[in-house]
């Protein structure tokens, strides 16, 4: 998500991390994954929605 902070639903969720990912920034979408990654040790699933 761009602009998490009016999220309120899937944070509710055990082990569905919220972050703010910018597809067109590269350093943010690195570091997004490198945050997934030290948390559960791999990533199983990614959802991107761009709507």
């Known amino acids: ?3 998490t902070e009016g999220e309120q639903n899937l944070s509710k969720i055990d082990g569905v991390p ?3 990912v ?3 920034d590269q350093a943010n979408i690195s ?4 945050a ?3 948390r559960f040790g791999k990533i199983d699933v ?3 929605n761009a709507g």
């Open 1 to 3: 998500m761009r602009r």
């Open 22 to 24: 910018d597809i067109q």
């Open 18 to 20: 919220v972050t703010r």
């Open 31 to 34: 570091e997004a994954i490198s």
């Open 46 to 48: 990614l959802i991107k």
């Open 36 to 38: 997934g990654i030290a």
